[in-house]
């Protein structure tokens, strides 16, 4: 069975077997989703989450073990807990993830890894042998069933993203390797996420990520006390490949081989994630990234702009919503994140912020830039381009063309980009992370960030309690 084998990986794997590099990212990683979902604790979709966790377990039980809100300073119990931190994690779509296996991960593993690791005053160690599991199995997962999963409608970081916090749940819950198939296979039945969520302009994205998280932690538990699940779940005759990766006439249980599959297993590609610095979908980064080239040439002259091509690969061109209703549209629009990174420059949550409370998503508005916006997104097509599309997913290609008008340069200008800026081949370094969260969260004394990088040290209760400033 192939989660057996997944499972005594995870039962066995230590803390020593993990690279510099490996830790090092991970501790990047925990700064960039601790400085997102501090900021993302205060968005809308999480607050009404908070209020509905509230009101639906507030003194109906007596617990014992307890760990924190991100961004609430208090504490609840460690299910709530995961799944609320989960939702603020990804938010704003900003946290970290995975080019080739389609998934953001980290918005899903740290929040079950605080939850437990705090609750259980567990060690730093621990706490990262936990993290790198769950990367490494996120990882290998994602890689396994996109780009076809994700074709079919399924929103990855929902589906695999159950199997992940279940994987870092087990292992720092300590189960064997039997409570662990049990686990994941419970994790598998309650696998969800339909990117309809996404498209849609709804708070269901985030709703995913903190139902991936309970639902991890939620089976680790069931699998401790004797709850068991389906060890084939993920590759039986009515397992999860077989329903939501492939068709029926393409997969059989007994024709696919994971043999060259599991030699990965262990090979821990944590450095591979990509992190983030605009808070728009993954697939429109790069045609910010090169819409932000052109802007160093046309300066502040938008307004003599023509016309604008943006010629990028399928997936993304899908993005092509010319008339978003609400935030969650908004960051879904390609139309929209190009004319804003023409007019504003490198956006940050606040421009968002201040853009929406200007009308930018209303009919009329007194706003010069938004004006301004407004007339570059009429002024703009979407287009897939063939060859482009080719590169995909491998690589995540946007050329946009520009064309000027005749009382400023009469030209035509345009730039292509292959990757986004934040994947390991054009990484962020660590003081651009740095200069992300303090953008996001300037009230936030950020010496309190200094423990994260000897965690190892602590116990995990004490580096919370230091993030959390007591």
């Known amino acids: 069975m192939f989660l057996k084998n997944i499972s005594k990986f995870i039962s066995n794997y230590r803390y020593e077997q993990a690279t510099v590099e490996s830790i090092t990212t991970v501790k990047a990683a925990f700064l960039d989703f601790f400085g997102v979902t501090y900021r993302g604790s205060e968005e809308n979709a999480s607050k009404i989450a908070f209020n509905t966790v509230e009101e639906i377990f507030s003194g109906n039980f007596i617990l014992n073990l307890k760990a924190s809100v991100i961004g609430r300073n208090l504490k609840t119990d460690i299910l709530s807990a995961g799944f609320l931190n989960g939702v603020s994690a990804h938010v704003l779509e900003l946290d970290d993830g995975h080019r080739g296996a389609q998934i953001h991960l980290g918005s899903v593993i740290f929040p079950t890894a605080l939850a437990i690791a705090e609750s259980y005053d567990l ?3 621990e706490f990262l042998e936990g993290v790198i599991v769950g990367y490494e199995v996120g990882i290998l997962l994602g890689k396994i069933v996109n780009p076809m999963h994700r074709n079919k409608g399924f929103h990855t970081t929902g589906t695999i993203g159950a199997f992940v916090a279940g994987t870092v749940a087990s292992k720092l819950l300590k189960l064997d390797e039997e409570q662990i198939l049990n686990a994941l296979g419970l994790c598998g039945t309650q696998a969800a996420g339909l990117l309809e969520s996404d498209h849609g302009g709804s708070m269901g994205k985030s709703l995913h990520v903190g139902k991936a998280v309970y639902n991890g ?5 069931l699998a ?4 068991t699940g389906s060890g084939t ?10 329903t939501m990766v492939y068709d029926n006439t393409d ?4 024709d696919f081989s994971f043999e060259e599959v599991l030699k990965d297993i262990g090979k821990v590609r944590v450095r591979d994630i990509y992190f983030k610095k605009y808070p728009f979908c993954r697939h429109i980064h790069s045609s910010i990234d090169t819409a932000l080239k052109l802007k160093a040439s046309i300066g502040d002259e938008y307004d003599h702009i023509e016309n604008i091509a943006v010629k990028t690969y399928s997936v993304a061109a899908e993005h092509n919503n010319f008339n978003p209703k609400n935030m969650d549209e908004l960051k879904q629009s390609l139309p929209y994140a190009v004319a804003i990174s023409l007019v504003v ?3 940050t949550v606040d421009d968002i912020d201040q853009l929406m409370e200007y009308g930018l998503l209303e ?3 007194t706003v010069d830039k938004v004006n301004s916006i407004k007339n570059l997104v009429n002024r703009m097509i979407i287009l897939s381009d063939d060859k482009l599309n080719e590169l995909y997913p491998e690589k995540r290609p946007s050329n946009v063309i520009i064309k000027l008008d005749k009382n400023f340069r009469n030209g035509v200008f345009q730039n292509l980009t292959l990757l986004p800026k934040g994947d390991f081949e054009n990484p ?3 003081s651009e992370l740095i200069d992300k969260f303090k953008s996001n969260n300037p009230l936030y004394d950020v010496k309190n960030l200094t423990v994260i990088d000897s965690l190892e040290e602590y116990s995990m209760r004490y580096v919370v309690s230091k993030l959390n400033g007591r």
């Open 123 to 125: 060690s730093g160690k």
């Open 345 to 347: 420059g490198e956006v």
């Open 363 to 365: 009919n009329y508005s």
């Open 217 to 221: 932690i939620l089976s680790a538990i």
């Open 224 to 227: 401790r006390n004797g709850f």
């Open 428 to 430: 962020y370094q660590l």
């Open 251 to 254: 997969y059989t249980a007994e």
């Open 233 to 242: 779940i993920f590759e039986g005759n009515e397992g999860f490949l077989k």
